[in-house]
């Protein structure tokens, strides 16, 4: 039996119709939190179908930028977890203005409506792409931001916005996570692991650019229980933390072996030149002395996760549909 740590507690969580978010709000739900979504929903409005017959969910369409829509949405909230964003550095150029004012400009006008509504612990989804390439081989916490892309630069200075609304009362918690990999029903295929394993189902081939880039991965289960994890830590541990979440750093080569190692070895890998040779290598060593938090999930269990999906036909159309490649549906949808 589940235990109902979140009954009587009500959560916010922006951008919940989103990849991370159609898994998390559902094991909120489980946990026995009362439960606002606050997203546009851009990839489609039933992605919590099942889930609307439950009277602890609550779902507020509407823009991040409208003030009104932010205050409807935090009417009794306690704690927010942030996830909304233009969420990749292709969809972010696609439009730069109107990255910024999502990424960027509706964060501290969202502070702001969080602490005069009473919440009481703010998380937020920042990246581990803040640090820029580095050439140390365990990035930690405490190496300088150097971010080389306009989606990285935003949030670095989210990151520091939080640190200047801080205050007693208001506690803020800062998550770097690597690149997310795995199932949800909110599916992205334009993330490296999700990418190769949609190519080694559906062509038989996987194609790799460069191979030598390193890429930290964590499987969704993983940040989806860290991130109820996050909900109920004692509030000294976490209050003004920064943490990096993640579980795996390899090659984006071997991440590709990895995918022939778990669907088969009739599997090909061709690699060809690029000029992306844009490497990630980070270190989560804090997150496990301090909050004792350690991934379990593996990239092998998120190419199964992903397999059996496939085979249960719950990913149709996956090479041509827009709505797993945010850059494409971004380019479809008239959003300013």
Not at 34 to 48: A, M, Q, W
Request: proline share 4%; net charge negative; with cysteine.
């Amino acid at each position: 039996m589940i235990e109902k740590v979140g009954s009587g507690k009500n959560v916010l969580v922006t951008g919940g119709a989103g990849y991370v978010g159609s898994r998390l709000v559902p094991e909120l739900l489980k946990l026995g939190y009362k439960v606002t979504v606050l997203d546009i929903y851009i990839f489609g409005n039933d992605v919590f179908q099942e889930y609307r017959q439950d009277p602890n969910l609550i779902e507020v369409k509407g823009d991040l930028r409208d003030i009104n829509f932010v205050k409807k949405a935090l009417k009794d909230i306690d704690f927010v977890i942030h996830l909304a964003c233009i969420s990749n550095d292709p969809s972010f150029e696609l439009d730069p203005d109107l990255g910024k004012s999502i990424n960027y400009d509706a964060f501290r006008p969202l502070i702001k409506a969080s602490k005069v509504a009473g919440v009481r612990r703010f998380i937020y989804a920042s990246s581990s792409s803040v640090y820029g390439f580095k050439e140390d081989l365990d990035v930690t916490e405490d190496v300088s931001l150097e971010p080389m892309t306009d989606y990285s630069k935003y949030k670095a200075w989210c990151e520091t916005v939080l640190k200047e609304e801080s205050e007693p009362g208001f506690a803020t918690l800062i998550l770097r996570p690597a690149t997310v990999c795995g199932y949800a029903r909110r599916l992205r295929l334009d993330l490296t692991v999700n990418i190769l394993t949609n190519l080694a189902i559906n062509k038989g081939e996987i194609t790799v650019f460069g191979g030598d880039q390193l890429r930290p991965n964590i499987h969704i289960d993983d940040i989806v229980e860290l991130y109820s994890r996050c909900l109920v830590y004692d509030e000294g541990l976490i209050d003004g933390k920064i943490f990096n979440v993640g579980y795996e750093n390899n090659s984006v080569m071997r991440i590709a072996e990895m995918v022939r190692e778990t669907l088969g070895n009739k599997i090909k890998i061709k690699r060809t030149k690029t000029d992306d040779l844009r490497s990630y290598h980070i270190s989560s060593e804090k997150i496990s002395n301090e909050l004792g938090f350690n991934p379990v999930k593996t990239i092998h269990d998120a190419v199964s996760d992903l397999s059996n999906a496939f085979n249960e036909g719950r990913i149709p159309n996956s090479l041509s549909d827009p709505k797993y490649f945010n850059v494409k549906m971004m380019q479809g949808i008239e959003l300013h």
